[in-house]
């Protein structure tokens, strides 16, 4: 092996390492950006699911329901969910 030999295969392994740092850095940036993406459709799951929530409970409201709740008295709130007797 000459000294033109070495030093090529010397450059090239400067290189190859220099790769490495560089690949193992951009690694490390997107295990966070995939944290962070992760983080965010949790956060948006459990946002969609109590809006699916309030969506199902808002569809079984009716104003009958209302004038029941806000009825002074037992009777009254029967007879309006129930209708005449």
Same mark, same amino acid.
């Given at each position: 092996m000459n000294d033109g030999d070495m030093a090529q295969r010397l450059a090239a392994a400067a290189a190859a390492m220099r !790769? =490495? !740092?560089t690949t193992l850095a951009r690694h490390g940036q997107l295990k966070r950006s995939l944290a962070d993406a992760d983080s965010r459709v949790l956060a948006l799951s459990q946002a969609h699911t %109590? !809006? /699916?929530?309030?969506v199902e409970r808002l569809e079984t409201l009716t104003l *009958?329901? /209302? =004038? %029941?709740a806000l %009825?002074?008295? %037992?009777e009254e709130r029967e007879r309006m969910l *129930?209708?005449?007797a």
């Open positions: !790769e =490495r !740092e %109590a !809006e /699916v929530r309030d *009958t329901r /209302v =004038r %029941a %009825a002074d008295n %037992a *129930t209708g005449p």
